[in-house]
């Protein structure tokens, strides 16, 4: 979960929807890109690529391969940093994201560095582009948390990845749904099962509408929704968090990261 928990909110478990996923978790991000930006928009970089909070780059990770002269497509771009990498390095990058006003930041940095990621405005689940357009689509913290159909968004994925092309994403590590979202020592006690895939749903407490959704799927839930749409794995990355490394990232910092793992990268082919 991330570090924007609203004051007038109450947690709840229970199973949602993916419209009610999308109507929550779409105004939640434009609510909280201004933040986000303001607070992590250093660490990211305007052209860099940062696939979690201990810092592991793409230079690091090489993941996405050589992507001079691909089609790039980035799900959940947010403000596209990563898309902007992706041009520096000879690609074609485009960006898709739910928050308008994430998408207003990156026009802000598009115009701010000369580098434009050309983006829209949609949902992971219904990708407005052609079978076989792109060569690569990644997803770094990005959308794939927050979506109730996952198996429809995977599908996406496969249907506009050319034979051969490459799935790149990471998310929270699986594990962490145990334990508390407390960087302290307090967040190293497991609290609930690892097996529990009720969603995490945060209710605003004066409307009693649904402010923010986050889904959860154990690793071998990912496996077989890879497996099962033709992607083969090829490297499942667990970054160590780096000793250098000070900064408290909502849930995350040194305090559980030398423990346990925080994010995980998958990195899977289209086998066909």
Same mark, same amino acid.
Do not use: K
């Given at each position: 979960?991330?570090?924007?928990?609203?004051?007038?909110?109450?947690?709840?478990?229970?199973?949602?929807?993916?419209?009610?996923?999308?109507?929550?978790?779409?105004?939640?991000?434009?609510?909280?890109?201004?933040?986000?930006?303001?607070?992590?928009?250093?660490?990211?970089?305007?052209?860099?690529?940062?696939?979690?909070?201990?810092?592991?780059?793409?230079?690091?990770?090489?993941?996405?391969?050589?992507?001079?002269?691909?089609?790039?497509?980035?799900?959940?771009?947010?403000?596209?940093?990563?898309?902007?990498?992706?041009?520096?390095?000879?690609?074609?990058?485009?960006?898709?994201?739910?928050?308008?006003?994430?998408?207003?930041?990156?026009?802000?940095?598009?115009?701010?560095?000369?580098?434009?990621?050309?983006?829209?405005?949609?949902?992971?689940?219904?990708?407005?582009?052609?079978?076989?357009?792109?060569?690569?689509?990644?997803?770094?913290? %990005?959308?794939?948390? &927050?979506? /109730? @159909? +996952? !198996?429809?968004?995977?599908?996406?994925?496969?249907?506009?990845?050319?034979?051969?092309?490459?799935?790149?994403?990471?998310?929270?590590?699986?594990?962490?749904?145990?334990?508390?979202?407390?960087?302290?020592?307090?967040?190293?006690?497991?609290?609930?099962?690892?097996?529990?895939?009720?969603?995490?749903?945060?209710?605003?407490?004066?409307?009693?509408?649904?402010?923010?959704?986050?889904?959860?799927?154990?690793?071998?839930?990912?496996?077989?929704?890879?497996?099962?749409?033709?992607?083969?794995?090829?490297?499942?990355?667990?970054?160590?968090?780096?000793?250098?490394?000070?900064?408290?990232?909502?849930?995350?910092?040194?305090?559980?990261?030398?423990?346990?793992? %925080?994010?995980?990268? &998958?990195? /899977? @082919? +289209? !086998?066909?």
């Amino acid at each position: 979960m991330e570090d924007h928990l609203p004051q007038r909110v109450r947690v709840e478990r229970r199973a949602v929807s993916e419209e009610e996923s999308r109507r929550a978790n779409g105004p939640d991000w434009d609510r909280y890109a201004d933040e986000y930006q303001a607070t992590h928009g250093g660490f990211l970089g305007d052209t860099g690529f940062v696939w979690g909070p201990e810092g592991l780059t793409e230079d690091e990770a090489g993941v996405l391969g050589d992507v001079a002269g691909r089609e790039v497509l980035e799900v959940g771009s947010g403000a596209g940093q990563c898309s902007r990498w992706v041009r520096v390095r000879g690609g074609t990058s485009y960006g898709l994201d739910l928050s308008a006003r994430q998408l207003q930041h990156s026009r802000r940095i598009d115009e701010q560095t000369g580098i434009a990621v050309p983006s829209v405005r949609g949902t992971a689940t219904a990708l407005p582009y052609a079978d076989a357009t792109f060569d690569v689509v990644f997803c770094s913290f %990005g959308a794939l948390q &927050f979506i /109730a @159909d +996952l !198996d429809v968004a995977v599908a996406e994925v496969a249907r506009v990845l050319r034979p051969g092309g490459r799935f790149a994403f990471s998310i929270t590590h699986p594990t962490r749904w145990s334990f508390p979202d407390d960087p302290s020592d307090a967040g190293l006690t497991a609290t609930s099962s690892y097996w529990d895939r009720t969603p995490y749903v945060e209710v605003d407490d004066e409307t009693g509408l649904v402010a923010y959704v986050e889904h959860h799927r154990t690793l071998g839930d990912w496996v077989g929704l890879l497996s099962g749409h033709g992607f083969r794995i090829v490297s499942l990355l667990e970054p160590e968090w780096p000793e250098d490394h000070d900064r408290v990232w909502g849930g995350w910092s040194r305090v559980r990261g030398r423990l346990i793992p %925080g994010t995980a990268l &998958f990195a /899977a @082919d +289209l !086998d066909r």
